[in-house]
C-alpha cells in the first residue's frame, strides 16, 4: 500500500429516464429489455480522488449493459476496480490503523441537475475477499455536499469510508523478534570476562544485523515526513548497542590499566566510591593480595585451584613466568613449589606498595580489576533497564495507547 487503495467494487446505479418509457401491451407484455449503455444517457461518475490515469476515473465499463423498465426506471451495474489516493500515516507502523475514503461524484452537473442519494446506507458484505495485510475493521457510506467556490456550484458526492488494521505478525517474526533476540545477545555479553575483546565483536555484529534489519524496513514502508514505529524502535536499539561498544571499551581500557608495568595507582576517590557504594549495588568483592593469595594455599591444599581464586591469580600474576599454573595430575612437589613462589610474589608485592607509600595489602593490578568488574556490572544494570524501557514503551504501551483510541 504505496499512499494508494486499490478496491474491487460493484457500483449500482438507478434512475428514471423519462425518454425510456413504453406500452407493455403494445409491444407483445415486454416490461424490461437491456440496451448498451452507450445508446442512453448514463451518470458522469468520476471517482475525485482518483490515483490513476485521468480518464480512468470515471465509473463505467466499456461494452456494458444496462437494464430499463417500461415506467422508465434504468439500472446500471458495474463491477470496478478503483485506484484512490489514500494518506498513509505511518507513525504507528507495523500496528497502523489507516483511514482511506473513495469520492464519487457527478463531473459536469451539479446538485440541481443530478442529485445522488443512497438507496442503501450498508454496503453489502457478501462478497467481500479478505487482504492478506490487513484487516477490515470499519466501512461507512455518506452523502456529502461539496461546494467548490472557484465554480460557485454544489456537488453531492458519496464517500464511502474505510478504516483497516494492519496485520503485524509478519514484521513481528522477520523484524522484531530477530531484534529482541540481538538485545538479549547484547545483553549476555555483559557476562564475559571484563577484559574480554569478545565483546566489541559481539556489539559490533548486533550493529551490522540491526543496520540490514532496518533497510528492510525501509523498503516496505511508504514515504511520509512521520518516523514509523518500528524504524525508531531500530533506531533506539542500535543506539543503545553502540552506547554497549562504547561501554566495552571503557571497561577493557579500565582493566588493561592495571597491567602497565609499573602500574599506576588507581585515584583514591574511585576505589572508595567502587567499594564503598557500587560494590554494593553491584554485588562484587575486592580481595586483597593477602586474601587472594590465602584462598589460592587454601584451593592449592586440596591439589587443585578452582572457579575465580584461579582466574584472579592467573590475572593478578600472569607477567611471571616462573609461576606454575595447576594441571591434573599435578605432583605435590608441584604444588608446594607453586606455593613457594605465590608466597615469594606477594612479600614482593608488599615491599614494592610500602615502598610507594600506600598499605601493605593495596595491590593496584587488583584494584584496577576490581574498579573494571564494578563498571561493568553497573553498565549491565544500566543497559538492562534501557533495554527493558524501550522495548515496553515501543512494543506494548505505545500500540496499546493506538488501538485505545
Known amino acids: 500500500m504505496n499512499q494508494t487503495m486499490v478496491t474491487k467494487v460493484c457500483v449500482t446505479q438507478e434512475w428514471r429516464d423519462e425518454v425510456l418509457l413504453w406500452n407493455p401491451k403494445k409491444y407483445g407484455n415486454i416490461e424490461t429489455t437491456t440496451l448498451p449503455s452507450s445508446r442512453v444517457w448514463t451518470p458522469d461518475l468520476y471517482l475525485f480522488n482518483n490515483a490513476d490515469v485521468g480518464h480512468k476515473g470515471y465509473v463505467n465499463v466499456n461494452d456494458s449493459k444496462i437494464l430499463v423498465r417500461y415506467d422508465g426506471h434504468v439500472t446500471w451495474r458495474l463491477p470496478l476496480m ?9 507513525k504507528f507502523f507495523p500496528f497502523d490503523r489507516q483511514h482511506c475514503a473513495v469520492r464519487l461524484g457527478s463531473w ?39 461546494t467548490y467556490e472557484l465554480i460557485k456550484t454544489v456537488q453531492p458526492q458519496v464517500v464511502m469510508t474505510v478504516d483497516i488494521q494492519r496485520r503485524p505478525l509478519y514484521y513481528l517474526y522477520t523484524i522484531i523478534a530477530p531484534t529482541l533476540v540481538l538485545c538479549f545477545l547484547t545483553l549476555f555479553s555483559f557476562m564475559l570476562p571484563c577484559d574480554s575483546g569478545e565483546k566489541v565483536a559481539i556489539d559490533l555484529t548486533a550493529f551490522l544485523s540491526l543496520y540490514v534489519l532496518q533497510s528492510s524496513v525501509a523498503e516496505n514502508i511508504p514515504e511520509s515526513d512521520k518516523v514509523p514505529l518500528i524504524g525508531l524502535f531500530l533506531t533506539l536499539v542500535m543506539t543503545l548497542i553502540s552506547i554497549s561498544l562504547l561501554f566495552a571499551t571503557l571497561v577493557i581500557n579500565i582493566k588493561k590499566r592495571g597491567d602497565h608495568h609499573p602500574s599506576t595507582d588507581v585515584p583514591l576517590f574511585l576505589i572508595n566510591l567502587c567499594r564503598n557504594y557500587l560494590a554494593r549495588v553491584t554485588c562484587t568483592q575486592l580481595l586483597t593480595s593477602r586474601e587472594l593469595y590465602d584462598n589460592c594455599a587454601m584451593d592449592t591444599q586440596d591439589g587443585h585451584v578452582t572457579g575465580n581464586n584461579a582466574q584472579e591469580s592467573r590475572e ?21 613449589r607453586r606455593h613457594h613462589l605465590m608466597s615469594r610474589y606477594y612479600e614482593r608485592d608488599r615491599r614494592e606498595s610500602n615502598r610507594r607509600g600506600l598499605s601493605g595489602d593495596r595491590d593496584p593490578k587488583l584494584e584496577w580489576f576490581f574498579v573494571a568488574q564494578v563498571v561493568d556490572k553497573l553498565l549491565l544494570y544500566v543497559f538492562f533497564v534501557a533495554m527493558t524501557v524501550t522495548v515496553t514503551t515501543t512494543l506494548l504501551i505505545v500500540p496499546w495507547m493506538n488501538w485505545a483510541k
Do not use: W
Open 316 to 336: 593478578t600474576y600472569r607477567d611471571n613466568d616462573e609461576l606454575v599454573e595447576n594441571h591434573r595430575g599435578e605432583t605435590t612437589r608441584d604444588r608446594e
Open 82 to 90: 478503483l485506484k484512490s489516493l489514500c494518506a498513509v500515516d505511518v
Open 108 to 146: 459536469i452537473y451539479d446538485v440541481e441537475q443530478v442529485d445522488l442519494q443512497l438507496k442503501h446506507p450498508e454496503v453489502d458484505m457478501s462478497q467481500y475477499e479478505t487482504n492478506a495485510e490487513f484487516d477490515l475493521i470499519h466501512l461507512t457510506l455518506e452523502r456529502e455536499l461539496a
